[in-house]
């Protein structure tokens, strides 16, 4: 798989758990290059220029960013050089240490200071995210829950049977990636991890059926052994897709239009269903929606809260100095 920088739809692409950040080490017989330094959004624009000079040189790229903040990477592994990680939490002692520090001028140490008292209100607000992430993929199951009763799972089952009959018998090896998360105005974030010849098949549900195909078609793989790939919201770990590598093929809630070869619908699976029990899914996904109301507006304080850190670092220093070291290090790692 390639990877470009600025492709919308970019192979390889994924994003970090929020339970997970920072990601985990790669194999240990992967290269491991670590950028450190005080200053995360500057070594993060390094690891995207790293990943912009590998795509010009036609390497393969693969990418992780963070899900707060959706355009930042976080990690990259670069064909023939090995992993880039702004994580210093899986060091084994073999890695090369790159130090991405610049000499902070003696005016600069209060804004230092301020920056970074807004990174630990940052760091606080992460671990509420998180919270608000877990309690909303809480409610959804409860949500599954309650569309269980309403739904043919039976059904359901025996359409996801007849699908992975076609599939190839493997290995059962299975992954979870993360691909979804929030923009912080109710829109949904993708990054696809497969290139532009997978086949997507959009699902369309109501009353939670398309999350509860999708545990009808995971079950069902696993039972035949078919090699897949669980896609998930980095947010709350909702399964969003499943992915059949070995055939080009991926399932996907809210598939964009431009990226869907057809949509399933799920309309005819559900059941003749009582008032009451309509009320109480609908009562669940108010609950639901309110959760994610509340979720966007954190997401949007926390990315305010990290563009103004981002400025007061930036203003220490002047682009000709920090596009001098860029280049530098481009040279290093490249030319050398």
């Not at 090369?96 to 520090?101: A, P, R, Y």
């Not at 979870?176 to 949904?188: N, V």
């Not at 999708?214 to 499943?242: I, M, N, P, Q, Y």
């Not at 949007?300 to 920090?322: F, G, I, N, V």
């Amino acid at each position: 798989m390639s990877f470009s920088p600025s492709a919308a739809d970019a192979p390889a692409a994924r994003f970090a758990s929020i339970r997970s950040l920072p990601t985990a080490p790669p194999s240990e017989r992967t290269s491991q290059r670590l950028l450190w330094g005080r200053d995360p959004f500057w070594r993060s624009r390094l690891l995207a220029s790293i990943a912009g000079e590998a795509a010009n040189r036609r390497r393969t790229v693969s990418a992780i960013y963070d899900p707060l903040l959706p355009d930042r990477p976080v990690s990259l592994s670069v064909e023939g050089m090995g992993h880039f990680t702004l994580s210093a939490d899986s060091l084994n002692g073999a890695e090369e240490l790159i130090d991405c520090n610049l000499p902070t001028p003696p005016e600069g140490v209060p804004v230092l200071a301020k920056a970074d008292g807004i990174a630990a209100q940052r760091q606080a607000m992460t671990v509420e995210i998180g919270s608000i992430g877990r309690a909303i993929a809480d409610n959804k199951r409860l949500l599954s829950t309650v569309a269980r009763k309403i739904a043919d799972c039976d059904a359901l089952r025996s359409r996801a049977e007849r699908i992975v009959r076609r599939l190839p018998r493997g290995d059962g090896g299975e992954e979870t990636l993360p691909i979804a998360c929030r923009d912080g105005e109710g829109r949904s974030i993708l990054r696809l991890p497969f290139s532009a010849d997978t086949k997507v098949i959009g699902l369309q549900g109501i009353y939670s059926l398309d999350s509860l195909f999708l545990s009808a078609l995971t079950d069902k793989a696993r039972e035949r052994g078919c090699r897949l790939v669980l896609l998930t919201d980095a947010l709350t770990e909702e399964v969003v897709g499943v992915w059949f590598p070995p055939c080009n093929l991926c399932y996907l809630i809210d598939a964009p239009a431009e990226r869907q070869n057809r949509q399933l619908s799920l309309r005819r699976y559900l059941l003749p269903h009582t008032t009451e029990q309509r009320r109480a899914w609908r009562n669940l996904a108010v609950a639901v929606g309110a959760l994610e109301g509340h979720l966007d507006r954190r997401l949007a304080e926390y990315r305010t809260l990290a563009k103004e850190e981002e400025a007061l670092r930036s203003s220490l220093y002047s682009e000709s100095r920090l596009q001098s070291f860029r280049k530098r290090l481009l040279i290093d790692l490249f030319c050398s």
